[in-house]
């Protein structure tokens, strides 16, 4: 039972193909931190829900959850919908130290990763 | 007048924050490749379309253009409705070489650069 916990919150889709790169990102984080529980969760049409997510890590004695949102930028899903689930989920765990992090395009080091990649590709 | 292009294609919000980590990728693009024409392009909500950025970038003389979509994962928007798009393109432009490479979290440098950032972020 770790008292740590990953989860990693993604737009989801209708095609299933959609979370093969978070269910990477997941391995990897996992791979790293064997001692963390990660989870994968979503806001559409996959699941879990992002409250689930957390009640899972809560469940299994998590005291400290990092929310990781991997949207490319800040919009409506990160600015108004997600504040208000992170609320409900507070209240549900008011025991959780919930830490929320910025989007992957608020990190420069991933923008200029992204960039270079381009680069390589299109050169 | 650039022969080659790179077109970076994202999703779109309603919310103008959302397009500030694209403009910083078209930034650090048009720095490291001076002679490269760089447009953004969104799918909803902002402008210009695609067709539009892409027109654009032959009417400055564009012969090849790189089309680099700017989301996270395959899905419908990449595996149903940018064939459409490229595939009017093409009709439009049939003189154009166009390429499109693959989603964000196709490329394992990304999805690496993402775990990292994770990983400080998390500890």
Known sequence: MSRDAIVLFAHGARDPEWAA?????????QAARSEVQVE???QDFMTPTLDAAVAR???RGAERVV???LFMAQGG???QDLPLMVGKIRQQHPQL???VMPAIGDAPEILR???DWVLRGAS
């Open 97 to 99: 130290d919930l830490r």
């Open 21 to 29: 790169p978070f269910g990477i990102i997941k391995e990897q984080l």
């Open 57 to 59: 890590c809560a469940a």
């Open 77 to 79: 899903h990160l600015k």
């Open 113 to 115: 990763a992204i960039s």
């Open 67 to 69: 929310l990781v949102p």
């Open 40 to 42: 994968l969760a979503f």
